[in-house]
C-alpha cells in the first residue's frame, strides 16, 4: 500500500511540475482609444481610478497580473474568470457595442454595484483595495445613471432597448 501511495504522489508531483509549462494567454492587449468607454462617455476621474482599481482587472483588456498568476491550475482558472468578464463587459472594447448594449451595461454596472454583486467577492479577498466602500459604490450609481439620461437625451427611445 506504501508503495502505490508512493507512486500516486511522484505522478501528482510529475504531473503539477508539467502543467507549469502550459501556459494560458495573457490578457494585456492592445488599447484603441476609439474603442475605450472613455472615447465618448465622460468618465470623471474619480469614477475612473475606481473603475481601474475594482474592475478593470477583470472587466478590460489590461489585467495587472498578482503573484498567484503564474501557478497553473490557478492561471488557467483565471484566464477563464477574464475571458467570462470581458464577454460581460470589456471597458477597452465599450465602444464596439451597440448603443442598446452600452445603455444595458450601464444599468446593469449600477445594479450590480449596488447590490454589491461585482467586484466579486472571490476578487476583493486578495484585492483588498477593490471593495468598494459606500461613497465609491453611490458615486458609480451616480455615474451610470447619469449616463444614461444623457443616452435617453441622444437617443431615440427604440436605439436603447434591445432588438427583439
Known amino acids: 500500500m506504501k508503495k ?5 504522489l511522484v505522478i501528482v508531483i510529475i504531473a503539477f511540475i508539467v502543467i507549469q509549462f502550459i501556459r494560458p494567454v495573457i490578457n494585456s492587449g492592445e488599447e484603441n482609444a476609439a474603442h475605450q468607454i ?7 476621474q474619480d469614477v475612473q ?20 498568476s503564474k501557478i497553473q491550475p490557478i492561471a488557467w482558472m483565471l484566464e477563464g474568470h477574464i475571458l467570462d468578464a470581458k464577454d460581460e463587459l470589456n471597458f ?23 447590490e454589491g ?19 465609491q459604490k453611490i458615486l458609480i450609481q451616480n455615474w451610470a ?17 434591445e432588438p427583439k
Open 4 to 8: 502505490v501511495l508512493k507512486v500516486i
Open 38 to 44: 472613455t472615447a465618448k462617455y465622460q468618465v470623471p
Open 49 to 68: 481610478q475606481t473603475l481601474k482599481v475594482s474592475c478593470y482587472d477583470c472587466h478590460s483588456n489590461t489585467t495587472q497580473y498578482p503573484w498567484y
Open 92 to 114: 477597452s472594447t465599450f465602444m464596439n457595442y451597440p448603443v442598446w448594449r452600452q445603455y444595458k451595461k450601464f444599468k446593469e454596472i449600477g445594479k450590480e454595484v449596488e
Open 117 to 135: 454583486e461585482m467586484p466579486l467577492s472571490s476578487y476583493t479577498i486578495l484585492h483588498r483595495d477593490a471593495i468598494l466602500n459606500e461613497d
Open 145 to 161: 445613471a447619469n449616463t444614461m439620461k444623457e443616452m435617453e437625451a441622444e437617443n431615440p427611445a427604440e436605439n436603447l432597448e
